[in-house]
């Protein structure tokens, strides 16, 4: 496996991805973004509503993965649930989507070694999970069946998820215990 992030003599975190690597996570940050992003289509909303970044209504996705990346704040609750995600499901969307993107610009302006500064690390962070959570929601990983799902044959479509998932959680371990080191 390669290095996942490592901290330069310097300070600077850093990470070295081949094209095959840096390509697909400039695939998965355009997949996030799109999956993500608001839907504005016409845009019929309240002009104050817009102004202040609240939906007229929201209701839990029906995708379970969008639902897992946008879950209610209330289970027992349904109409504090719905409230709570009229007034700060926009926003989430868009921090995402803004995530997505700052890593996305960073592949594309990098070569085979991607720095990232210290309020780049935060959207490589949220990122990496968001793409981890939709993944592990499409393929139905569970704590017990990651071992079964290792075993899949080569040939399901769940086996090449599941190796871009551990892959995923592998850098997303290796740039959380940089921060790790960095309390100590």
């Not at 007034?87 to 700052?102: Q, V």
């Not at 017990?144 to 871009?164: C, F, I, K, S, T």
């Amino acid at each position: 496996m390669p290095d996942g992030f490592t901290r330069t003599p310097s300070g600077r975190t850093v990470i070295r991805l081949d094209d095959v690597e840096r390509n697909l996570l400039r695939s998965l940050s355009e997949q996030v973004i799109a999956f993500v992003s608001p839907d504005d289509d016409g845009d019929a909303r309240d002009p104050l509503a817009i102004l202040v970044g609240i939906d007229d209504a929201s209701e839990v996705p029906a995708d379970p993965a969008l639902a897992r990346l946008l879950p209610d704040a209330y289970k027992d609750d349904d109409d504090a649930a719905s409230d709570f995600r009229r007034f700060t499901e926009r926003s989430l969307r868009e921090t995402k989507a803004a995530h997505a993107r700052a890593v996305g610009e960073a592949l594309v302006r990098s070569g085979e070694k991607v720095t990232i500064s210290g309020q780049e690390e935060s959207s490589w962070m949220g990122f990496l999970n968001d793409a981890r959570l939709a993944i592990g929601t499409r393929i139905e990983l569970t704590d017990d069946n990651h071992d079964e799902l290792a075993e899949l044959p080569e040939d399901d479509p769940r086996a090449g998820l599941l190796d871009v998932y551990d892959w995923l959680t592998y850098l997303q371990e290796t740039l959380v215990q940089l921060h790790l080191d960095d309390l100590s």
